[in-house]
């Protein structure tokens, strides 16, 4: 069963720019936030950005803050839009999606995933 489906994604050149995007079925039936994870190769996956329902609030991390912009789409989907991009940016991004928890920045809060999606930036 799919909850979230993400989109977008690719390769681009440093200093190029990329939009993702991540939509939660019907088959979810309340959001508190969603946000954006990333996993590169042989490290843990970390946090990147969210985006609060219910006051709109925004969360990054330190390292993409002034880059990437996480915003909401409609009822029930998130855009991320990464500009400047470097190469350490290269990961799988995976879409997460909590229900009511409060530790935004902390995977484990997340009640469904996507499947994620490659970005890979070339220096």
């Known amino acids: 069963q799919e909850y979230l489906r993400e989109s977008g994604g690719g390769s681009v050149q440093a200093g190029g720019s990329l939009r993702i995007s991540c939509a939660a079925s019907?088959?979810?039936?309340?959001?508190?936030?969603m946000a954006w994870f990333r996993q590169a190769p042989g490290k843990e996956r970390e946090f990147v950005a969210a985006?609060?329902?219910?006051?709109?609030?925004t969360y990054y991390a330190d390292d993409v803050k002034g880059r990437f912009t996480i915003s909401r789409h409609n009822a029930n989907a998130v855009i991320l839009e990464m500009t400047r991009l470097k190469s350490e940016d290269t990961a799988i991004y995976y879409c997460?999606?909590?229900?009511?928890?409060?530790?935004?920045?902390?995977?484990?809060?997340?009640?469904?995933w996507g499947q994620g999606t490659q970005v890979t930036v070339s220096s």
């Open positions: 997460g999606l909590t229900m009511g928890r409060l530790e935004l920045q902390r995977s484990s809060e997340y009640d469904y």
């Open positions: 985006f609060k329902w219910s006051d709109a609030t």
């Open positions: 019907g088959r979810v039936y309340h959001i508190h936030a």
